[in-house]
């Protein structure tokens, strides 16, 4: 059975070497990778809402990493951008360095995909060997083999 990642991940649209070391900055480094993508009906509109979520409340899940966020009408389907940053990233309000941005966006008429995705990642990030094996990935081919791997033993009978 093919996992939800499967259809998410585009290594097109991971950047490895982030460049920013501050939160909106490496925010937008990262969801620029969505401007074009043929879901996201208004690139901007989707922009300003992830921006007003991420100030509303904390995206940061913990280990360095961050699942920024919007359900939007400015997206016709769910989809995924990723960022890696080798110095971290500054989450001020948080408290926190983070080094894997995952940025998400999600129609508001799919709430239930959404909770998939983050359910999916979260028991990803859960394990070290998964956190290790991402953070050192020479390639956005690499990174995202490394995620539905990982995805695939989920879904594997136990």
Known sequence: MAGLLRTLLDPAR????????????????????LDGHPSVVNYAGFYQELLA?????????????????ARTEHVSE???AIGRSRAGVSFEKDKQIVRLLFVLGTPKNNPMGYLQVVSTLCKIFKDPANREALLAA??????AEVLLVAEEKLLAPA
Request: aromatic share 2%.
């Open 14 to 33: 991971i950047v490895l070497a982030v460049q920013s070391t501050k939160r909106t900055a490496a925010l937008s480094e990262v969801a620029r990778q």
């Open 78 to 80: 769910l989809v995924l």
């Open 53 to 69: 979520r991420d100030r509303l409340d904390t995206t940061c899940l913990g280990n360095e990493i961050a699942l920024p966020h």
């Open 138 to 143: 020479a390639t956005p081919e690499a990174f």
